[in-house]
């Protein structure tokens, strides 16, 4: 496979630093090539503004209107264009993060917000009667397969179904349904590691060795089944969930997951 690995954390001896680095030893071993965008590293720019779409920049600036017209003329910046060859090579893309703020790291979201563009992410396919555009296991995307491998500070009852913090699978939904099940990549389910400020080296042994397991089932790991949009269980254009298709007492998020 051809993986790439795309990390946010701003110190390399940190967890997440020895994730990263155990990913790249472990494939690379098992054969799979990969490449790596450590954005602090990179000293990743994450805020969009007008300097990313150069001549095709509007004023007042139009994000998304600017940033398809900048990708269709082959106009966005180097740093972009490369992150979106990137992404467009990798079979499988590794999101290596922690969970801040019930979200990842803002050097993180700017990578999406500013390699995700119109035309390439989003505002792709035929919108119809019928369909409403590739999204949703459709897209520029598809074929393509990511896991989230996160770091959780608290305890993982506190992101059980009753806990304060909510559902660990409510809290990444927008990411893995919003963000990456969007524009066609099908996501397995998250490797999520909890209590991690209280984790002593002893416990590092353990945690390395079921790091490196799911990564050696990449390929084997069937991903979560989110619902396609243009298939069939969606009223389009209202993209409402059609009646009767609900599991019994499933509400909320997991309205959009089969079975």
């Known amino acids: 496979m051809k993986i790439l ?70 106009a966005l910046t180097a740093d972009v264009r490369a992150e979106q060859d990137k992404l ?57 397969r990511a896991l989230l491998s996160v770091t959780v500070g608290g305890r993982e009852s506190h992101y059980a179904a009753r ?23 099908e996501v397995l389910p998250p490797f999520v590691l909890y209590g991690v400020d209280r984790m002593t080296d002893e416990d590092y042994p353990d945690v390395a060795k079921a790091w490196k397991q799911r990564l050696l089932t990449l390929e084997s790991t069937d991903p979560i089944p989110f619902r396609p949009q243009n298939f069939g269980d969606y009223d389009i254009p209202s993209l409402q969930l059609k009646p009767g298709l609900e599991p019994a007492g499933r509400t909320g998020f997991g309205l959009h997951v089969r079975g």
């Open 163 to 185: 806990g304060i913090n909510g559902p660990i699978d409510d809290l990444l939904f927008p990411i893995q349904h919003g963000i990456l099940y969007y524009p066609g990549i």
């Open 5 to 74: 690995i795309v990390h946010a954390h701003p110190e390399p001896r940190s967890l997440n630093g020895a994730l990263k680095d155990l990913a790249v030893s472990t494939l690379e071993a098992a054969g799979h090539e990969v490449r790596v965008s450590d954005l602090y590293a990179m000293n990743w720019k994450a805020v969009v503004d007008a300097a990313d779409y150069g001549p095709h920049a509007s004023s007042p600036l139009q994000v998304a209107r600017d940033s398809g017209r900048a990708f269709d003329a082959g």
């Open 88 to 144: 467009l090579w990798a079979d499988t893309i590794i999101f290596q993060f922690p969970l801040w703020w019930y979200s990842m790291p803002a050097i993180l979201k700017g990578w999406v917000d500013r390699v995700f563009t119109f035309h390439f992410a989003y505002g792709v396919g035929e919108h119809s009667d019928v369909r409403y555009g590739d999204r949703y296991g459709e897209g520029t995307l598809a074929g393509r």
